[in-house]
């Protein structure tokens, strides 16, 4: 039975700022994930394109509050919000979750960027965050998988300008960065999953393959770390953590509750405002 991060998972995440946790998620619950994702009709109807900047465009669905439904039960599961608390010491809240959809053929890149390089813009004084990606799909290099530089972590925040409709990190920089640091690419099964710091420097390839990958990434931030402003994504909310076993319940007993959440449209997610003027 997969358990919550073990100590040693925890040091591998300090040093390294991420941890792939291979088969976090078992067969089935991951099976009723993906069945309900790509049968969800309300995921599709919100979901929304950023160009990459590379003449690809990347889909996704954007939700703020974890809901009753099959999305919920894994993002406030045990298992994961356990791991979270492990990770960022202590309490944690649920700060987004988002749908990447990378289709056959079509599904664009993610340019080099970190999680809290616009995060910080939303008010959030501290980088102890975590975002948590889970493997719906294979995930492969030839269908745009994850790619990471281990220990870049620590570089600190670094300036974002707008890479297409994307916030990316600037670019010289990161060049820079890669001739000191290693390049590592995070091939995952499904149900597999992987732990990243906020500052980690991360992005994918476009999918130019016949097989899609889809992620499903639930992103928390430490309570004492709430916000000092609003924003588009929630200040400090409490989180009703439950049982592992929900997942199963609640999958099995109807696909058409996956969409009980509150989507954030495209129009909303204003992680890139403010840095038009850098470009």
């Not at 298992?79 to 979270?84: L, T």
């Not at 992987?194 to 992103?219: G, Q, T, V």
């Not at 929630?234 to 969409?259: N, Q």
């Amino acid at each position: 039975m997969p358990q919550p991060l073990r100590d040693e998972q925890a040091a591998v995440y300090r040093r390294d700022g991420y941890v792939v946790v291979p088969g976090f998620f078992e067969a089935d619950e991951i099976d009723l994930l993906r069945r309900a994702a790509k049968e969800d009709r309300g995921l599709d109807e919100h979901a929304f394109g950023r160009a990459d900047g590379e003449g690809g465009t990347v889909r996704l669905s954007l939700w703020n509050h974890p809901g009753d439904g099959i999305y919920g039960m894994f993002a406030r599961c045990e298992r994961i919000v356990r791991s979270a608390e492990k990770l960022l010491g202590g309490e944690v809240y649920h700060y987004h979750s988002k749908m990447i959809m990378k289709d056959a053929h079509v599904g664009g890149a993610w340019t080099w960027h970190q999680d809290y390089g616009y995060w910080y813009n939303n008010g959030v004084l501290f980088p102890n965050l975590v975002s948590v990606s889970i493997a719906v799909d294979p995930s492969t290099r030839e269908n745009g998988c994850l790619q990471v530089i281990p220990g870049s972590h620590e570089l600190g925040r670094i300036e974002h300008v707008l890479s297409g409709d994307q916030a990316g990190a600037d670019r010289e920089r990161v060049d820079a960065v890669l001739t000191r640091l290693a390049l590592v690419h995070c091939e995952m099964a499904p149900g597999d999953v992987i732990f990243f710091h906020a500052n980690l420097l991360h992005r994918s390839d476009m999918n130019r393959s016949e097989h899609p990958r889809w992620s499903m990434i639930c992103c928390y931030n430490a309570a004492a770390n709430d916000p000092y402003k609003d924003s588009h994504h929630p200040r400090y909310t409490p989180l009703d953590v439950v049982p592992d076993a929900r997942i199963r319940e609640v999958g099995v007993r109807r696909f058409s509750e996956a969409g009980d959440v509150a989507w954030l449209a495209g129009d909303r997610d204003r992680s890139a405002h403010g840095l038009a003027k850098k470009a």
